[in-house]
């Protein structure tokens, strides 16, 4: 069975970090990334990494603050999230791509993180 199980959310305050992983089981993904959804939006991109972990990609709003990785032995992925805002709130969600597939279709169950003012 596939899953990805997330972990790592939180309250926190502006500016603090906080580090959200995701372990996968069940196969392994080409790309692996983060989303997320802020009550009442539309779930949105955050991150993303290929396999290869060679390079890495970011949604404009978290660029420069947050870093997403891959730990390809432990079937994992982070994301490091620095000088957290309070627009960052929101559910994160883990997803996987399937090599072959062209949208991310494998989700995780999600992991609230809260910044407070």
């Known amino acids: 069975q596939v899953q990805l199980l997330e972990s790592g959310g939180g309250l926190v305050q502006t500016g603090d970090s906080l580090t959200l992983s995701c372990a996968a089981s069940?196969?392994?993904?080409?790309?692996m990334g983060w989303f997320r959804q802020a009550p009442g939006k539309e779930r949105e991109f955050v991150a993303k990494?290929?396999?290869?972990?060679?390079?890495?990609y970011y949604a404009d709003s978290v660029k420069g603050r947050f870093t997403i990785s891959r730990d390809r032995a432990k079937n994992t992925v982070y994301l490091q999230m620095n000088s957290l805002k309070p627009t960052d709130t929101a559910v994160y969600y883990c997803?996987?791509?399937?090599?072959?597939?062209?949208?991310?279709?494998?989700w995780g169950q999600g992991t609230q993180v809260t910044v407070s003012s």
């Open positions: 997803a996987g791509q399937r090599n072959g597939d062209t949208q991310f279709n494998i």
């Open positions: 069940g196969r392994t993904f080409w790309f």
């Open positions: 990494i290929p396999w290869s972990a060679t390079t890495t």
